[in-house]
């Protein structure tokens, strides 16, 4: 059985995005887990339809990427919709379904053992961010290899 790689690129749109659609061409597809703070610009807007123009998809990275060990359950809802609702309006722009992609920032889900004496988060906040995604038709990714730029 062939393996299969999914690459997928973070804390976008940035500046640079031109240059990573432009090389990976035509039939190499990935996912961008975008930052919705990022997204609210026009040029970051315009980057991430560019991108689903082209056959990418586009997942939900936060409104401003904090560690969600660190925000209440509150917060961490209000980052999850302001972006999804963004995300929502480039893919109807591109009349494309949105097949609603979540990844926490740093990997952390509400509930990060930093080491193994300390804890941030609890189990509790963990599992209703869990709960809320579930309801509102997310799909939760986390990454197996991180290569920095």
Known sequence: MPKEV?????DGPKKNMHSILEC???NNKVTFFMIGRLLKTSEGFNLASKALELGHEIGNHSYTHPEFS??????AREEIERTGEIIDKLYAKQSRKNHRLFRFPYGDSGY?????ESVNGNKR???EIEEFLEKEGYTTYFWDRDIEN
């Open 125 to 127: 906040k963990k599992k």
């Open 70 to 75: 660190k925000i209440s359950i509150n917060n």
């Open 112 to 116: 990060f053992m930093e080491s193994n």
């Open 6 to 10: 999914y690459l997928t690129i973070d």
């Open 24 to 26: 990976l061409g035509e």
